[in-house]
């Protein structure tokens, strides 16, 4: 079994057309192709079908999943707002692949 941030790269690296977005005040946190099952709960999410992994801090009563989203073609969770129809940037995020002073 892949680990979660193995499946997520997998998903995230491919096509950027038709996909899923999981979203927290409109920030855009997961991105998922749309054939992935996304199943929100009042206590969690759960990813794949078979389950693949349990996204625990998201929920119903906090997220809201948006289908057959086109994306940004530089998408990383948190990078991007997205409202339902635009995708803005963050202007908060930090790319977590530079370290601090570089």
Same mark, same amino acid.
């Not at 950027?16 to 992935?36: A, G, P």
């Not at 803005?88 to 692949?97: A, C, H, M, Q, T």
């Given at each position: +079994? =892949? $680990? #979660?941030?193995?499946?997520?790269?997998?998903?995230?690296?491919? /096509?950027?057309?038709? +996909? =899923?977005?999981?979203?927290?005040?409109?920030? $855009?946190?997961?991105? !998922?192709? *749309? $054939?992935? @099952?996304?199943?929100?709960? &009042?206590?969690?999410?759960? /990813?794949?079908? #078979? @389950?693949? !992994?349990?996204? *625990? *801090?998201?929920? %119903? %009563?906090?997220?809201?999943?948006? &289908?057959? /989203?086109?994306? #940004?073609?530089? !998408? +990383?969770?948190?990078?991007? !707002?997205?409202?339902?129809?635009?995708?803005?940037?963050? $202007?908060?995020?930090?790319? #977590?692949?530079?370290? &601090?002073?570089?």
């Amino acid at each position: +079994m =892949k $680990s #979660p941030l193995q499946y997520l790269l997998g998903l995230i690296l491919g /096509v950027r057309n038709n +996909m =899923k977005t999981i979203t927290k005040n409109n920030l $855009s946190l997961y991105l !998922f192709e *749309d $054939s992935v @099952a996304i199943t929100i709960t &009042e206590e969690n999410i759960t /990813v794949g079908e #078979p @389950a693949q !992994f349990i996204i *625990d *801090d998201c929920n %119903s %009563s906090n997220v809201v999943l948006h &289908e057959g /989203v086109s994306t #940004p073609d530089d !998408f +990383m969770g948190h990078k991007y !707002f997205y409202d339902g129809t635009t995708w803005s940037l963050n $202007s908060d995020w930090v790319d #977590p692949r530079i370290k &601090e002073g570089e």
